[in-house]
């Protein structure tokens, strides 16, 4: 199975203040055909189904805020958030689909500091 | 507006077995993948098996394997998860979720809000 693993467990970031959330998998998530890596992360907030934020790594989901960003290099993935918001706070999880069993990370805590 | 919402959840006793089920509206029901993703109380996420758009390719994690069985019903935008022999560490908030594709190739873009299945004596 791959496994992903997310670092920090938790993170406190001040309002308009950046916030970033690292993500690495065990082996490469690559998918050939079309070069794309096959991560997403995922927002939850307290009491809610998780809402997918990115995906490919790197492309945004229609209607999340361009203050979300996805980076990528090899096997380290990244979740950038620009200009903290009061919304944003939470757990973020990133994921890999590109083979099953599909895998999460343990998830990131985001809170206001 | 995508609409996923499930049912079936509950108390149970360690070796019986439940049906959850997972009513999906607002879209092409057989134009997606659909999952069953779980969290136990606390924890993080776990997807538990997806099934195709035609019901041809299944999969499952480890943990649920020979246990739990999906299914789907395109007449009926309805999505199905067989669980057998439940343990207690099967005790979680099961989401129902929406494929991107037609294949189990992700990812989830929409997820129903859940139903919780306690497996206790």
């Known amino acids: 199975d791959i496994v992903m693993t997310q670092s920090p467990d938790s993170l406190a970031v001040s309002l308009g203040e950046r916030a970033t959330i690292s993500c690495k998998s065990s082996?490469?998530?690559?998918?050939?055909?079309?070069?794309?890596?096959?991560v997403s992360w995922y927002h939850q907030k307290p009491g809610q189904p998780p809402k997918l934020l990115i995906y490919?790594?790197?492309t945004r989901q229609p209607g999340v805020p361009e203050r979300f960003s996805g980076g990528e290099s090899g096997t380290d993935f990244t979740l950038t958030i620009n200009s903290l918001q009061p919304e944003d706070v939470g757990v973020y999880y990133c994921?890999?689909?590109?083979?099953?069993?599909?895998?999460f990370g343990q998830g990131t805590k985001v809170e206001i500091k | 507006e995508v609409r996923l919402v499930e049912s079936g959840g509950g108390l149970i006793q360690p070796g019986r077995s439940l049906r959850l089920a997972c009513a999906a509206s607002?879209?092409?029901?057989?134009?997606?993948?659909m999952h069953w993703v779980r969290q136990r109380p606390g924890k993080g996420l776990e997807w538990v098996s997806g099934?195709?758009?035609?019901?041809?390719?299944?999969e499952y994690a480890d943990s649920v394997e020979g246990r739990f069985t999906i299914s789907r019903d395109n007449a009926k935008n309805s999505l199905y998860l067989q669980m057998n022999s439940l343990r207690p560490e099967d005790t979680a908030l099961y989401y129902c979720?929406?494929?991107?594709?037609?294949?189990?190739?992700?990812?989830?873009?929409?997820w129903g809000q859940g139903t919780l299945v306690i497996v206790s004596s």
């Open positions: 607002g879209f092409t029901f057989e134009d997606h993948a």
């Open positions: 994921q890999q689909y590109l083979s099953t069993p599909w895998t």
């Open positions: 099934i195709t758009w035609g019901s041809g390719e299944k």
């Open positions: 979720a929406r494929d991107n594709t037609v294949a189990v190739a992700g990812p989830i873009d929409h």
């Open positions: 490919w790594a790197s």
């Open positions: 082996q490469s998530v690559l998918y050939n055909s079309n070069k794309r890596n096959f």
